[in-house]
Every structure is written in C-alpha cells, then in structure tokens.
C-alpha cells in the first residue's frame, strides 16, 4: 500500500514537470497539440494526487500503523470522524490535501477556462504546473506522508483540541481557500506572459477568486468558533501568527475583488490588480511557510522542518518571477482612462483598497517584526495585541464607513445634490443609533460607540440601496413589492450579494465591538453550593461528576444559573483527560442567548482534588452575531456566485467584445 | 500640461498618512523583547520570556504565593525561578515550552497575571523524539 501511495505521487510530479515543461514551450512555439496534452497532464495528476489521498485514506481507516503518519496522528479509540479529519491533522497529509486541492481545481480551471482563448490558457498550464511541482516535490522528496516503520501496537492519537466538530472542516475550508487563489495568480501570470491586458483574465477568474476569497472567510470563522468552544481561554481571535496567516491573503483577495470592478467599469489600476493578486497568492504560501518553518515564536507549536527553506525558497522565485514579469509587461498595463474626480465610486473603492493593504501590511509588518528586530538588535521584539487592535482601529473604522459610504456614491463624478440626497437617510439613522447608544450607556468604549454608529450608517446605507433598487424595480414592471425585490436582487447577483456581505462584515464587527468592549469577567474559587454573580446572571456550583467518555474521562462541575432571580437552568463546564494522548483539555460550558445574542461562557479554571473549583466566568455581549455574521456571509457569497442566465449571456457578449479587442 | 492623476496623489498621501500613523504608534508603544532565560541578564523592563519547565513546579496559581517553578533555555541550560498568579492552562507540565511576560524582581521572574501561554500542539506538532 505505502507502495502504491509513493508511485502516484512520483507520477503526480511527472506530470506536473511534464504540464511545466512541454506547457512552456508549447506556449513559446504556439504548439496547440502539445499545449493540449499538457493540459491533459495537469487533469492525470489529480487522479495520481486522488490514488495517493486514497491511499492515506484507508491507512487511516484501518489503522495502520505501519505508516509512520497514521501512527503519529491516531489511535484505536479515536472516534472515526477524527481519524478521518488526521488526513489533515498533520503536515504531510495537510500538504497531501493541498495538492488534491491544487490538482483538482486546476484540472478544473483549465478545462472551462478555454473561453479566455488558447494563447493566455497555453501559459497557465506551465504556472500551474509549476505551482504543482513545488508541492508533488515536498511530498515525494521532503515530507512523504508514506514513510513506514514496524507497526506499534497503537497510535499516538490526535491532539485533543483538535478532536473537535469544527476541526473537521476548518483546515479543508482553509485549504480550499489558499489554493484558489492559486487560480487567479495563475490566470493573471498567464496573460501577462501572453501579452493579454486587458481585463479577461479577471473575467475568467472572478469566480475562482470569490469562491477562494468565501471559502478562507469561511474557514477563519469556523477557526474562530473552534477557538472559542475548544480552547477555552474565552476568546476567538488572539493575533498569532498562525491566525494573520489566513487573515493576510484574506484582505488581499477583499482589496482584488473591489479593485477589479475599477478594471471592468474603467479600465484603470491594471498594474494595481496584478500586484495584488500575486501578493494574495504569496501571502498564502507565506502563511504555509509559517506554520512549518518553526521561524517565529507562537503559541502554536511549529515544527522546525526543512520544509521552512524549501518554502521560502519557492516564495522568493514567485516574486522575482512576478515583478519581473510585471516589471516587463508595465507599458503593456497603462490605463486609458484616468480618474475624474475624488468624489467617486472608483475613488471609494481605491480608498477601501489603500486601507485593506495598509491592514494586511501593518499585520505582516507585525508577523514579521520578531524575525526583523532580532537580525537588526540582536534580539526578537514582539508586538501583541495592542499592536494589532490599534491598527484595526485606525484602518477598520475608515473601512467599516466606506462600506456605507461606496455604494451611495456615483460613478465617474458625484455631485453634492446627489451626495445629500442618498446620504440623507443613513446619515440620520447612524447619528440617531448613536445618540440612542449614548444615552443607554455604551459610551464607556468610544471605539465600540463608533463601530456601532458606523454599522448603523452602513446597514442604512445598505437598506436604502435595497429600497432604491425595488421601487425602481417596481416602478418599471409593476407587481408586488416582494416580486420587485426578488427580481432586482436575481437580476444583479453581483451587486446585491455583495451588499449582503457587507451587511455580514457589519454584523461581525458589531458583534467584536460588543464582546470586547463591553464583556464581563470575574473569577473566583468556588465550593459546593457557593454562588458567585456576574453581570445578570448569579452561578451557584452544584457539583463535580466524573464520568467515562469513549476516549476520556470527564469531570464537570454543575452549575445552576439564574437572571434576575429566574432559573435558566444548568450549565456543565469542566476538563476531559484524554487516555491515548495523555492530555488534558478545557470544556466550557456556554449558555446562549440567541435572542439577545449574548453568551455566558463559564471555564473551570482548576478543579481541586478538595471538591473546590476555581471558575472564570465571562458575559459576552453580541457574540453570536459574529457566527451569524458567517451565515449571513455565505448566502450573500452564494447569491453573488449563483449563476444566471443573464449574467452568462453578459460574460458572452463581454468574451467576444474582448477578443475582438485582443484582435484589433 | 496634464494634471497630474488624482489617483497618484491619493496613494502619495495614504502611503504618507500610514507611515506617519506606523511611527507615531512604534514610538509610543513600542513592543516586548521576547527572550530566554540566559538573555534575562541586562533587562529591566517587561520581557516576554521564552523557556521550557523543569524541575518539579510547587504551588498554585490561584494562591497568594503563587505558582513557583523553573524555566530553562529551549536549547541550553540556563535557568531562572520563575512565580506566577493566575490562569495555568491544562497543558502546562515539566517539559512543556511556554511563554510569560514580566521582570526580573531580585534574581526571580515574577510574572504578570494570566501572561503564561503554553505552545498549544497544533496541528503541526513536531515529530517526538524517539
């Protein structure tokens, strides 16, 4: 078996060589059979990548152990859903994973990309099929997930914080995530090198990069849930650098996706938009690089591989070889058009841009910091939290405005008649939130008080665009208000599904602002039938029970809990002690408020052999709007990905208006 | 003669506002050094301290006295006596790799409340040394 798993990545990185090499030249002598059969070969390796994840697959099913990694990341109690998700629990299944997913999105992009024409998609291949190289390469000479050893008796285990729901589907989201984005970085590489520049290769990518740009949301969300039930330190979000990681490309890919719309509406920031596609691109393999180079210091523990060099290596030949290529294509990328005016919608949209990457680089600047002041000073300086919060906040709170501020705006110029007119509304809601805020008290956190002022224009703002859109909608076809609506929104998904992420980046942010500016915390030791009060809420811990889980035993402490004098019930909080691994992990106890939205969150800081328990217990205001924020931000992305038949009609007539531009 | 492009000048004064926002913030605030034990030596303000537990810890964390136990270098030998007050996360034990921040007080590094963070075994856990 570990035989079989071997062979098809060999021949996996074969025919990634092979879509390298015979895709380049096929590119330079215009060779269409040859650019084809390394097409063809960029499909086969998503099947010799497929063979080889089959392989791990059911090493780890049947545990066997001969293989060095299942017995590393598993055990016979593990429940089978974890020894599933220990194809990604280490790194060199995680980096299995990422080649399937490069493999198959690949193959995938390739074989409907064709429509972006046969010059651009004969450079892809080769890009692709460098990017594949480099990770077939790890997998067979660097870090194989099928090494073998005499069979232990059991495995390891599987660390138990990551013996949780969430991590079964956090790392593969991510992953799907850092590797789409190869997608665009590819497309964008490929029409450079074919001298395309117009703005097809986004055309062609705008799905590729959305789906990527969702799926990484969506994967730092289900990791920030997992932090805050499994962790249990009662946050979500710390500022490791295994966290700024995802978060980094993520701002790129946001800043890309507002910046492209400036290319198709205008025809201006070309040059912008290849930059940021690369820096996208490279800050995923940054963040790869990261979590296995052991270079920083994290609460995360990184493995000091060899992968680190190899890693950096390969980061170093993708931004040589884009600037490069970006450097010798810069007559090619010259906008036609110019901006016309400050107050515009492109104006607003480069404003958002300048923000996001001035975030995304303040976070890296501050990943990078310890390993740049200890080449300089001789020792690492670390900056934490603080650091990161400050710089949220002077670029956040811009951002989160803007995002209120854009869609009111006109294109081209927009005149103050009009400014008053569409600012009207929003502007009156946000100042009434705040003033009602104020006198409700929230003005003990200045930043929470703007946050929700700012969310409250940009909700206006975004209601008002909904009810612009239908009475105008209703205006010209007549029916019901209801009809009108779903009409306009299936009639610009684009346009309206962002609008609805947009309500999800508010709702998120409303739900920070509340569970950090305006949480509680009190701790103390508790016996049984001592209360303790905080907030509302007052817990009287009842007793400890000790019980046997399927692969550990359980201590929890009972806690009775009532607000305002009405019992809410009993809550359970207490550790688990995991047989195999041999290690103890934190089990909150939360109790959910989904109509207020806040959250009692109790963790059993220590539990004394005397029956004691020293409880830390936290009120957190609104926190659940940041999960729901994540709901919210997958349908707004469906919507905008959905397809339609008036869009494709439009992608069309867009494709041939394009070439017969590439033709002129 | 062409006015120059709006969208230049934009950059020009974002690029400048970041940077004089990025100083102003790194002359205020500044960062901690992250050190181990044999660097302790010559600093007198808050460090994050970087080490692994050895010996036997004695104590508790929500006691008046504290959690009190020894941290050494990752690689090497130096040590320093280490008290603590506060949260102890459930993966602390002789061995483990952590991360406090305080100063040294006459020879002994006395933590600040609930600075002491374990390396949390992600998923990235280096192989054990067999």
């Known amino acids: ?664 | 003669m062409a006015r120059p492009s709006p969208v230049r000048l934009v950059i020009a004064l974002s690029v400048a506002a970041v940077l004089a926002i990025f100083l102003l913030y790194v002359s205020v605030a500044g960062g901690t050094p992250s050190i181990q034990p044999s660097q302790l030596k010559g600093h007198s303000g808050n460090v994050a301290l970087v080490g692994k537990v050895v010996g036997t810890p004695q104590g508790d964390g929500h006691a008046a006295q504290g959690l009190r136990f020894d941290l050494q270098d990752v690689k090497g030998s130096a040590t320093v006596p280490v008290v603590y007050r506060g949260s102890v996360p459930d993966q602390f034990k002789t061995g483990r790799e952590l991360r406090l921040e305080g100063q040294l007080e006459r020879g002994v590094f006395v933590a600040k409340r609930d600075s002491m963070r374990t390396k949390c075994p992600s998923k990235y856990t280096a192989k054990k040394d067999t």
């Open chain 1, 1 to 664: 078996m570990p035989e079989l798993g071997r062979a098809a990545l060999i021949i996996c990185l074969g025919l990634a060589v092979y879509a390298l090499v015979a895709g380049a030249y096929a590119a330079v002598t215009r060779r269409r059979r040859l650019s084809g059969s390394a097409q063809n070969a960029l499909l086969a390796a998503f099947v010799a990548a497929g063979v080889a994840s089959a392989v791990l697959f059911a090493a780890l099913l049947r545990n066997d152990f001969s293989f060095t990694y299942v017995a590393d990341h598993t055990s016979r109690e593990l429940p089978t859903p974890y020894t599933i998700s220990a194809f990604w629990g280490g790194q060199e299944g995680s980096l299995l994973l990422w080649l399937l997913v490069l493999t198959g999105f690949s193959g995938v992009a390739v074989a409907f990309g064709r429509r972006i024409g046969a010059d651009v998609l004969a450079w892809v291949v080769p890009v692709l099929g460098l990017v594949t190289t480099f990770f077939a390469f790890m997998l067979v000479a660097v870090s194989s997930p099928f090494e073998t050893q005499v069979a232990p008796a059991d495995g390891a285990g599987l660390n138990p914080s990551l013996q949780n729901p969430y991590m079964m589907i956090h790392p593969p989201f991510l992953y799907l995530g850092y590797v789409g984005l190869t997608i665009p970085f590819a497309f964008a590489m490929g029409a450079l090198l074919a001298r395309r520049t117009d703005e097809m290769w986004i055309v062609a990518t705008r799905r590729w990069t959305l789906v990527a740009w969702t799926a990484l949301g969506i994967g730092q969300l289900l990791g920030a849930h997992w932090a805050y039930v499994e962790v249990g330190w009662g946050g979500y979000f710390a500022w490791d650098p295994v966290e700024n990681a995802a978060l980094m490309p993520w701002l790129a890919a946001t800043a890309f996706l507002h910046s492209v719309m400036i290319q198709e509406k205008r025809g201006m920031l070309k040059v912008w938009n290849v930059l940021l596609v690369v820096l996208a691109f490279v800050l995923a393999l940054f963040g790869t690089f990261l979590t296995r180079s052991g270079v920083l210091s994290s609460i995360h523990s990184f493995t000091e591989s060899p992968l680190g060099a190899w890693f950096l290596g390969f980061i170093f030949l993708i931004v040589l070889g884009s600037a490069l290529l970006i450097g010798s294509r810069l007559p090619l990328l010259r906008s036609k058009t110019r901006m016309e005016s400050l107050v515009s919608r492109e104006a607003t949209f480069l404003y958002n841009n300048l923000l996001l990457v001035a975030l995304c680089l303040t976070i890296l600047w501050g990943v990078l910091f310890p390993i740049l002041s200890e080449a300089v000073r001789g020792e690492q300086i670390t900056v934490g939290a603080p650091y990161y919060n400050f710089f949220l906040r002077i670029f956040g709170l811009p951002l989160l405005l803007l995002m209120g501020i854009g869609p009111l705006v006109a294109w081209r110029r927009a005149s103050l008649r009009s400014l008053g007119r569409s600012f009207a509304w929003p502007a009156a809601i946000a100042v009434a939130t705040g003033l009602v805020l104020l006198l409700l008290g929230a003005g003990s956190s200045w930043i929470g008080l703007v946050a929700y002022t700012f969310s409250a224009f940009v909700l206006g703002s975004i209601g008002y665009e909904f009810v612009r859109g239908t009475r105008a909608r209703r205006a010209l076809t007549g029916g019901s208000w209801v009809n009108a609506f779903a009409e306009l929104v299936a009639r610009n998904r684009r346009r309206y599904g962002g609008y609805v992420v947009h309500a999800s980046i508010v709702m998120l942010a409303i739900g920070i602002a509340g569970s950090s500016a305006y949480d509680t915390v009190r701790e103390r030791m508790l016996s049984p039938g001592q209360t303790m009060a905080v907030g509302n809420y007052d817990l009287t811990y009842e007793r400890l029970v000790q019980r046997d889980g399927p692969n550990a035993d359980e201590a929890r402490a009972v806690v009775d809990v009532r607000k305002g004098g009405e019992s809410l019930g009993t809550l359970e909080a207490g550790k688990n002690h995991y047989r195999a691994e041999d290690q103890v992990s934190n089990e909150v106890g939360i109790r959910s408020d989904y109509l207020t939205g806040e959250d009692l969150f109790v963790i059993t800081d220590a539990i004394n052999t005397n029956g004691t328990v020293v409880f830390k217990v936290f009120v957190k205001p609104l926190v659940n709007l940041i999960w729901l924020a994540g709901l919210v931000f997958i349908i707004g992305s469906l919507i905008t990905l959905w397809p339609s038949a008036a869009e494709q009609r439009r992608l069309a007539e867009r494709y041939r208006e394009l070439r017969a531009l590439a033709r002129a």
